[in-house]
């Protein structure tokens, strides 16, 4: 059991910047988040996209802010459980939370808050008919695991990073590798793109576009696929169908926690400090939602700062409530370290 | 300084919506502003797909960037007028503009 004082589902911006404003009322923090690196979709969407409107920041590419916001907050330690989804949460006799998540890793804390933007992200899937059927028996829509493909007849459909990715990487390891794609143009890292067609041109895959999968089939488990070629259908032996169509947000299993639900999001009291309808349970940044909400990253920062006043009440009710100025005290990180302005030199002149 | 447009939500009710042209709105950020189901989980970056929308007038539509017909070629549902309500910035031409949230 991971304790902490607050969890935090979500490691977008608004969730590392929780870490720092809880740290500054000495609160440990430990965030939580479905995908396997910080950042949420600042890091998984849109790395390399410029983003305009932090304050102080006249331009600020998204990946570079999450590696800011890592570089604030790392002198108040958190801790992480990535690559899993918070699945269950229950409330303990003492009033505090236990997060369980789909991995089965248990946290506890007297807080929780949750920054989970748009939700978890999930593999976007194709619409094809009987398509659940064939999951796990040869439709896989995450590699979590490249050598179950070894010496397999794989077939991918995608044009983005991934496909591109996962196709060089399983050309060296399966016993056939097919990318498929709706057209010839692939957007991908320029690198990789040329490395598919260094493999297509030593005829180590094959590259069928413009062209699609439209119907999948098997006995137990899939042996074929059909794909649409230039309006010709085709029929294709394959052992494992992998479509890597990127990931779309999903609110997911925090949706049943008894949360009040609107329009996709948290409801939350934004008058006093952005705590849902169950005590001890917050909702800031984009999954939150009261009269006049916008989606922002520098909103979500307030609301995270406000939330860990709350929170802090909540934790230490007897204790007066805290309010520094980091420009007086620094800041004392958990692990030691001390920044804090150079203290003015006082001399007199003779 | 607006035009109004037609949006025609998922469940087939068309919505009449004053779209301002002086701000730089684009078509997502309007139906966003009237609270239709839209997401734009990207910010408005051609990157997911979640605007998409069916043109259903014959108005002059700037052109396709690279990185919407890259999008529209992963995304599902996609159609001969499919369009990324991001990349539609609300112009005075687009006055009548009639278009179909997708799935």
């Known amino acids: 059991m991971i304790k902490t004082d607050i969890i935090i589902i979500g490691a977008g911006p608004t969730g590392l910047f929780a870490v720092f404003e809880a740290g500054l009322l000495k609160l440990k923090c430990h965030l939580i988040d479905s995908l396997p690196q910080p950042g949420g979709q600042c890091a998984e969407i849109y790395p390399k996209k410029p983003i305009y409107d932090i304050p102080s920041r006249p331009e600020i590419l998204a990946g570079d802010l999450v590696d800011q916001l890592m570089t604030q907050i790392k002198p108040f330690k958190p801790g992480f459980t990535l690559g899993e989804t918070a699945q269950e949460i229950h409330k303990e006799r003492d009033g505090s939370f236990v997060v369980t998540t789909d991995k089965g890793t248990q946290h506890q804390a007297q807080v929780v808050a949750i920054a989970g933007g748009l939700g978890t992200f999930e593999p976007r899937k194709p619409d094809l008919a009987n398509l659940i059927l064939w999951e796990d028996k040869g439709v896989d829509y995450i590699i979590r695991e490249p050598e179950k493909y070894r010496n397999k007849n794989v077939l991918i459909a995608g044009g983005g990073d991934s496909a591109l990715d996962w196709t060089i990487v399983l050309a060296e390891l399966a016993q056939s590798v097919t990318l498929v794609h709706r057209r010839n143009q692939f957007r991908g890292a320029l690198d990789s793109v040329q490395k598919v067609q260094v493999l297509k041109d030593q005829n180590k895959i094959q590259v069928i576009t413009p062209a699609e999968v439209i119907a999948l089939d098997g006995v137990r488990h899939l042996t074929n696929v059909t794909l649409k070629v230039e309006g010709t259908l085709v029929n294709q032996a394959v052992d494992y169908f992998i479509p890597l169509f990127g990931l779309t947000p999903k609110l997911g299993p925090i949706a049943n926690w008894g949360l009040e639900i609107e329009k996709n999001a948290i409801k939350v009291d934004n008058s006093l400090d952005y ?15 009261y ?15 406000l939330m860990c006043q709350s929170a802090f009440q909540r934790i230490f009710p007897k204790k007066r409530k ?26 007199t002149i003779e | 300084m607006y035009i109004k447009i037609t949006v025609i939500d998922r469940s087939g009710k068309a919505h009449e919506l004053e779209a301002p042209t002086d701000i730089t709105m684009n078509l997502m950020e309007v139906c966003k502003s009237y609270e239709l189901p839209v997401e734009g989980t990207c910010g408005g970056i051609a990157m997911c797909a979640s605007c998409q929308c069916y043109v259903l007038s014959n108005h002059p539509l700037e052109k396709k960037s690279p990185d919407e017909e890259a999008m529209l070629s992963e995304a599902l549902h996609v159609k001969e007028n499919s369009r990324l309500g991001c990349q539609i910035p609300m112009d005075k031409k687009l006055e009548g503009l009639r278009v179909e949230l997708a799935p």
């Open chain 1, 275 to 289: 705590q849902t309808n169950i005590p001890g349970i917050y909702a800031i940044g984009d999954v939150n939602i």
């Open chain 1, 322 to 347: 805290v309010f520094k100025y980091t420009t007086v005290g620094g800041i004392t990180g958990f692990d030691g370290s001390r920044k804090e302005a150079q203290k003015s030199t006082i001399k």
């Open chain 1, 291 to 305: 009269p006049g909400k916008l989606k922002l990253i520098l909103c979500g920062f307030h609301e995270a700062t």
